[in-house]
T-cell receptor, first 111, second 113 residues
Framework: GDSVTQMEGPVTLSEEAFLTINCTYT??????LFWYVQYPGEGLQLLLK?????DKGSNKGFEATYRKETTSFHLEKGSVQVSDSAVYFC??????????FGTGTSLTVIP | EAQVTQNPRYLITVTGKKLTVTCSQN?????MSWYRQDPGLGLRQIYY???????DKGDVPEGYKVSRKEKRNFPLILESPSPNQTSLYFC????????????FGPGTRLTVL
């Protein structure tokens, strides 16, 4: 069945460092791919999405490109801030109408 | 304001005592779903609904029931809760399907003693 595999955490970075969180997926058909973010004590918010191959989602300086050839949707940000400290989830909206999350990657950014 | 609401936000109960967690959305969304979040496991889908009177199992449906009698509401029912159902639960909705952006409620933290 469909699934998402996400880079294990936790990740600790200094402010202004480059961030990459790896995400790969397994799916039949052509799923939509998402990154959600969960700030401490809060629910999940959509960070960005891509609905077809080669689409690039972007928001708040974060980017991810839907790569069908490598079945990947890695999250990147060029310069992280303390306010980016959160848990990041890669997710897949399958053509079978189920929704799958990765296990989450906790990011801490230190000043 | 467009939103998904859940109640209660926190609940402590005992094994075997039936409970219902309510979920409501005001966006006229067709797709609604429930997830549980556990450390190291991420979020796992319990049940989802494509529309009124249409529900289907997700990855972890055992011990849960749902109903979708109205478009806006999607309650989660635990008929006989057990300690392994202690978790953080999220309700979500989207326009039509799993491929659309999911909008999440604030979560319900359930403890079963």
């Amino acid at each position: 069945g469909d699934s998402v595999t996400q880079m294990e955490g936790p990740v600790t970075l200094s402010e202004e460092a480059f961030l990459t969180i790896n995400c790969t997926y397994t799916a039949t058909g052509y799923p939509s791919l998402f990154w959600y973010v969960q700030y401490p004590g809060e629910g999940l918010q959509l960070l960005l999405k891509a609905t077809k191959a080669d689409d690039k989602g972007s928001n708040k300086g974060f980017e991810a490109t839907y790569r069908k050839e490598t079945t990947s949707f890695h999250l990147e940000k060029g310069s992280v801030q303390v306010s980016d400290s959160a848990v990041y989830f890669c997710a897949l909206g399958g053509t079978g109408n189920q929704f799958y999350f990765g296990t989450g990657t906790s990011l801490t950014v230190i000043p | 304001e467009a939103q998904v609401t859940q109640n209660p936000r926190y609940l402590i109960t005992v094994t075997g005592k039936k409970l219902t967690v309510t979920c409501s959305q005001n966006m006229n969304h067709e797709y609604m779903s429930w997830y549980r979040q556990d450390p190291g496991l991420g979020l796992r889908q319990i049940y989802y609904s494509m529309n009124v009177e249409v529900t289907d199992k997700g990855d972890v449906p055992e011990g849960y029931k749902v109903s979708r009698k109205e478009k806006r509401n999607f309650p989660l029912i635990l008929e006989s809760p057990s300690p392994n159902q202690t978790s953080l639960y999220f309700c979500a909705s989207s326009h039509r399907a799993a491929g659309d952006t999911q909008y999440f409620g604030p979560g319900t933290r359930l403890t079963v003693l």
